[in-house]
Every structure is written in C-alpha cells, then in structure tokens.
C-alpha cells in the first residue's frame, strides 16, 4: 500500500510589521501621521524627499532614492536608542528595491511612506501606478495601508468633512456656511482645507455665510449675485450704477479678463433666472422649499470637460445636482426673492428668455476694445427690459436680431 502523505502543516500568518503607507488629501495624511508619531514617546524622525534626479543635478539638490532608504534601514546611530521613524515623502523609480530590506523593519524602526501609490515617470507627465508592485502588495499584507478620499462622493460628504476639520480646531460655524463653502469650492479636500485655513486666519470666532462671502467669493461673483437681487427688485437706477463698476473692474484681477467676466455673469444670471422660472411654475406667487426642491431634483449639472469620458470611453453620467438643496434654501429666503416670485408668469418667463438670447448674442461678440460699447449696451438693455423700462423688441433690435 502506497504511504498517505503526510497533511501539511498550515503557514502561520507573518506577522504585522510597523510599515505604514499614508497617502489621500493633504489634511487627513497629515492626521495619519501625526497618530503614527504618538505610538511612540520622543521618536528619532528621519525624513526622506524621494523621487527623480535629473541628470547633471548638483548634489545638494539631489533627493532620496531606494539606496539611500536602504542605508537607513541598515545603519542606526549607536548613540542614540530611541526608537526611529523612517519617512519616505514622495516615491524614487526604483522603489521596488526596498522590497527585499522590509525585514530590517521592527519595533525599533518603523518605515513610513507618505506618498501617491505610484510616481510621475520622468521625463513626461504620465502617473506610473504601483498597485500592482511587489513593495506595495508587501505593505497592503503585512503592513499598514491608510488611503484617504483626494474628493468626496457627495455635496454631503463634502460639508460633513469641513464640519470635520472645523471641529478639530475648536471652531464653532453655521451649516449654512460649510454648505456655502463647498457649493463654491467643489468636494476637492485639499481645495477645501487651504479656503479653510484661509477663513481660519481671516475670522476668530464664529463662521458665518458672512465669513464665505468675504473670504472665499471672488469679487465679480459677489457683484454678480448682488446684481441678481437688485435686478428681482427690479430698481433700475441701482442696476446700471451697479453694472458700471462691474465694466470698470472686469478683468483686472490676475488670471482674468473681460470677456471671461461678462460669461460668468451671464452664467450666474441664467442659473438664478431658471430658478426663478421653476419656482414660479411649481408655486405661483408664494416659494415653498419643499415644492421648488421637488421640481429643481431632475436637473443635473454638466461634467467638466475632462471629466466627460471615463478610461473606457463611456460617457460619465450627470450625477451632481445643478441646484443642491443648499443653494435653494438660501434663495428661497431672499427677500428680492420673494419679490420676484410676485411677478406675472409671461414677466419671469420673459425675463430669462432675456438673459439667454443676450447670453447666445455675448458668445459671438468681439471682446476688442472698438466692441466693448456694443456688449455693454447689449448687457445694459437686457437689464432696462427685466427692469421693465425697455421693450421685449428694442432688446432685439439693440442686439441686431
């Protein structure tokens, strides 16, 4: 009779070694490493830039690369027994190297690698993964793997991680505000965390809408949005003195221009005005949140130009709200608001024809300095119609329709 073999005894599970991988946003990796330092009373940090070195580059630019980890790894003052914290900011091409040093990590030397999971190949712009690499598939085992979100999933995910931070520096806000933040800002964390160091050194106490308003909104915005609510009130005299500063600073800041301006007016304007014209045919003359929420649910806002086709060439789906639920409540109990709302229907649907018509007309303008009266005077007549002190036909006109 053939011999049974012998049952093989089943691999005990290695155990886990202090090597951590941290990378996601700027807040929350900073968070994740101030926790790995607190395991250990007064730790020897050393820190590491890693990456690419450029040919000819003078040695005192060099940064890290896997040899220089390495070393570390092997070498240990003899005069000082604290415990040491290894950190590798950033990744060197050859990375894969450190795979066969990960033994030398113990109790008394920890590995940290705080970095994206993978590198920019050097000499070009493409990201070069390393998911799939033996040093990585080594820390996901048998280390520690804490991946945070660089962007949140939702509106909501997005105001609940600022009321996060917040509250970790001992701030007290309004929702209103948080909500504000992230409508104008997006649900980019590391985008989010410098508008909110921002506001942290602008205000002391309590953050208000106020507090969004003054730090965060760029200057033509807030004119933009006061024009709306002058233009609901319909006082025209206020609306042309109001539009004549806009024309004096558009396009004075940095990184802007007039024509840039007058689009993202028309813009603001076209948003609040399909607002206005949803609300009036979901409630007639008195807004109700819940009524004008429940009609606003459909509309989708429009993916970013490099967001529109995923990897696989598919379309990617319209799933953010053009008008969140935020931005409703907070224009709903606007006064000019409520004004508007008072307005015959053919006046609100008229009014918004207004502001798309002039909006196509703006789109085939010249923005040269011989034109710049032509687009004012385009701007200006829409303004007197809505304002009711020019015909629906003179606007044509004026526009050459």
Not at 42 to 54: A, K, L, Q, R
Not at 360 to 368: G, P, S
Not at 378 to 398: E, F, G, N, P, W
Request: aromatic share 10%; with cysteine; net charge positive.
């Amino acid at each position: 009779m053939a011999k049974a073999k012998p049952k093989s005894k089943p691999k005990k599970a290695e155990k886990q070694k202090p090597v951590y991988w941290i990378t996601g946003n700027y807040y929350d990796t900073c968070q994740r490493w101030k926790d790995i330092c607190a395991l250990i009373e007064d730790p020897n940090v050393e820190i590491f830039d890693c990456g690419h070195n450029p040919d000819n580059v003078a040695d005192a630019l060099k940064v890290a690369q896997a040899a220089d980890i390495i070393m570390a790894l092997k070498h240990k003052d003899l005069f000082d027994h604290r415990v040491r914290i290894i950190k590798m900011k950033g990744l060197p091409p050859d990375y894969n190297l450190i795979s066969n040093y990960l033994h030398l990590v113990n109790k008394d030397t920890i590995l940290v690698i705080d970095s994206p999971i993978g590198y920019v190949k050097p000499g070009s712009k493409r990201f070069i993964s390393a998911a799939t690499s033996k040093f990585y598939k080594l820390i996901k085992s048998n280390g520690v793997l804490r991946e945070s979100p660089k962007e949140a999933r939702s509106i909501n995910q997005a105001a609940t991680w600022v009321g996060k931070v917040l509250d970790d520096h001992n701030r007290t806000y309004d929702k209103e505000a948080v909500r504000l933040m992230v409508e104008l800002c997006g649900r980019d964390l590391d985008g989010l965390y410098s508008e909110i160091i921002k506001i942290l050194a602008y205000e002391p106490k309590k953050i208000t809408v106020d507090t969004v308003r003054k730090c965060i909104v760029p200057q033509f915005l807030r004119q933009a949005w006061d024009l709306v609510e002058d233009l609901w009130r319909r006082d025209v005299n206020v609306c042309l003195e109001h539009m004549e500063r806009f024309y004096q600073t558009a396009g004075r800041e940095v990184g802007e221009s007039f024509q840039g301006n007058i689009e993202m007016l028309m813009a603001v304007l076209d948003k609040y005005f399909d607002l206005l014209r949803l609300a009036k045919d979901a409630c007639g003359e008195y807004p109700s949140y819940d009524k004008i929420r429940g009609v606003a649910e459909g509309f989708k806002k429009k993916p970013k130009a490099k967001e529109e086709n995923s990897k696989d060439g598919k379309l990617v789906e319209w799933d953010q709200d053009k008008y969140n639920p935020g931005f409703i409540y907070r224009t709903v109990n606007l006064s000019s608001f409520q004004s508007a709302m008072r307005w015959s229907k053919p006046e609100v649907y008229s009014a918004h024809c207004q502001v798309l018509e002039t909006r196509i007309a703006l789109r085939t303008a010249q923005y040269n300095e011989y034109n710049k009266g032509r687009v004012k005077l385009m701007i200006d007549a829409m303004v007197l119609h809505i304002c009711k002190d020019m015909t629906y036909s003179d606007c044509r006109k004026i526009r050459g329709d």
